[in-house]
C-alpha cells in the first residue's frame, strides 16, 4: 500500500451509527431479560418454563456480554486510531512547515542545527 486517506468525519459518522445500533441492541437484551420476570409471575402452576428460561438467558448471558465488549473495543480502537492519524497528520504538517523555514535560514547562515538535532546528531 503506498497511500491511504482516512475521512474522520465518516469514520465519526459510521461510530455514530454503530453505537446506536449497539445501544438498541442493549434495549432488546434488556426486555428478554425481563421476559423471565412476566413469565415467572404468570405460571405459578408451571415452573418448568421459568427455570428453562432463566438457565437460557443464564447461559446466553456470557455471550451477550461478549458481543457487546467485542463492539466497545472496536468502537474505541477506531476512534483512537482515527485521532491518532489526525494528530499525526498535523504533526507532519508542522514538521514540514518548519522545514522549509529552516532549509531557508540555512541556506543563510550555514546553522544546519535544526536538521541535525531532528536526525539524531547525524
Known sequence: MTSYSIDPQGVRDVLTAVQKASDDLT????????AH???TSGAATCTAVPAS????????????????????????GAATATTDYVQADETMASDVTQAQ???????????FSWFTSRAGGR
Do not use: Y
Open 37 to 39: 420476570d412476566d413469565v
Open 101 to 111: 523555514t529552516a532549509a531557508v535560514d540555512a541556506a543563510s547562515n550555514g546553522d
Open 27 to 34: 434495549t432488546a437484551v434488556g426486555g428478554v431479560s425481563g
Open 53 to 76: 428460561l432463566a438457565a437460557f438467558l443464564d447461559a446466553q448471558s456470557a455471550a451477550v456480554t461478549d458481543v457487546t465488549n467485542r463492539i466497545s473495543a472496536c468502537l474505541f
